[in-house]
């Protein structure tokens, strides 16, 4: 091997060593901001997947506790109701066993065979949604419109809303009609 002596180099040939070692070193720096732009991206994306990953996770955890609360194994379609004093009493039913005993229930309209009621109150804002799951899951066919809620403290809300059903004997009328 052959030892250099840096007295016997020239002045050119100094500086194009130093020209060499100024781009190696300024390619190593264009390397390593490429390579920092590729780690933060990587970062982003991995950020941006996690965001994903939990909403999917919370949409997921939502429709499977969707589809335990509403429990349709075995049960028959719903039906009209017989008569409008049957569905005031089974409102009034629905209420008092989900907990809504106090509600406000007045008759809100009656026309074509169709009756509904306007229920109101002040309540948890859990318990009003277990509530108005417990209307889908009834034997009955029943329409909720008019839903109206206003946040109070503590999670509680002013709630308003009207429940319509069919009247099964309406039904019957306008079957014998055709």
């Known amino acids: ?5 840096i007295t016997e ?16 070193i300024a390619a190593q720096l264009f390397m390593m901001k490429g390579v920092n732009g590729g780690v933060a991206e990587l970062s982003s994306a991995s950020q941006e997947a996690q965001v994903l990953k939990a909403t999917v996770a919370a949409r ?18 719903p039906t009209a109701i017989e008569s409008q ?23 809100a309209d009656e026309k074509e065979g169709v009756v ?6 002040e309540a948890n804002y859990n318990e009003l949604l277990r509530l108005l799951a417990s209307f889908r899951q009834g034997a009955y066919l ?19 809303f009207t429940v ?15």
Do not use: C, H, P, W
């Open 116 to 121: 509904s009621f306007s229920v109101s109150g």
């Open 60 to 77: 997921s955890n939502a429709v499977i506790q969707y589809k335990s609360t509403v429990k349709i194994d075995g049960k028959e379609l």
């Open 85 to 107: 004093n049957k569905f005031y009493s089974v409102l009034l039913n629905l209420l008092s066993t989900q907990g809504f005993g106090e509600a406000n229930v007045t008759k």
């Open 9 to 24: 180099l020239k002045r050119e040939q100094i500086l194009i060593v130093v020209a060499v070692v100024l781009l190696l």
């Open 1 to 5: 091997m052959k030892n250099i002596e």
């Open 142 to 160: 029943m329409r909720i419109s008019q839903l109206s809620l206003e946040g109070l403290r503590e999670n509680n809300v002013k709630y308003s």
């Open 164 to 178: 319509a059903a069919k009247i099964g004997g309406a039904l019957k009328e306008e079957e014998a009609a055709k």
